[in-house]
């Protein structure tokens, strides 16, 4: 409950979002025709990345997040490197109401992961003989509402 002006009411609990541990649940990384994918090119590789975000409840309070994400480079269709990453945290949200937590552990929850698992991709490429992948920053908001919408379109759908 608020008292209308979004903040709550005078003696009721804040709400808080807390880190419990962060995490590399998976990691891969292919470089499967080496030596020869590390030549010079004379086009930069087509570069594909895809996100995931997906949330458990693990107890009273306390959510895994894990961010996926999974990513490919191709030069003249020959693959020069894959990765794949899950990179999950615990978080423990309380004193938020119950229609305010898919938003804050699907946006904010991913949001504070995604700088580790940025780092992790772009060190992993980068060992693997590459110039460091900067993955650039990424919509949450964007996603969740794409996934809400697409809910709300599977649940309108006569069967």
């Not at 003696?11 to 020869?36: I, M, R």
């Not at 996926?68 to 894959?82: C, I, S």
């Not at 991913?110 to 919509?139: K, N, Q």
């Amino acid at each position: 409950m608020t008292n209308g002006n979004g903040t709550p009411p005078e003696g009721a609990p804040s709400p808080q979002l807390n880190v419990l541990a962060q995490y590399t649940k998976d990691l891969s990384f292919e470089n499967p025709n080496a030596p020869s994918s590390l030549a010079p090119q004379q086009k930069p590789p087509s570069i594909s990345v895809q996100i995931n975000v997906n949330a458990n409840n693990v107890a009273q309070d306390e959510f895994e997040v894990t961010l996926t994400v999974e990513g490919k480079a191709e030069h003249n269709d020959k693959l020069m490197f894959r990765f794949e990453l899950a990179y999950a945290g615990l978080f423990r949200i309380v004193n938020v109401p119950q229609e305010n937590l898919p938003p804050l552990v699907m946006i904010e929850c991913p949001r504070l992961l995604f700088p580790f698992a940025r780092e992790i991709i772009a060190t992993a490429v980068r060992d693997g003989g590459f110039p460091p992948l900067m993955l650039d920053p990424v919509d949450f908001v964007g996603m969740f509402r794409q996934n809400m919408e697409r809910q709300a379109a599977v649940q309108q759908k006569p069967s």
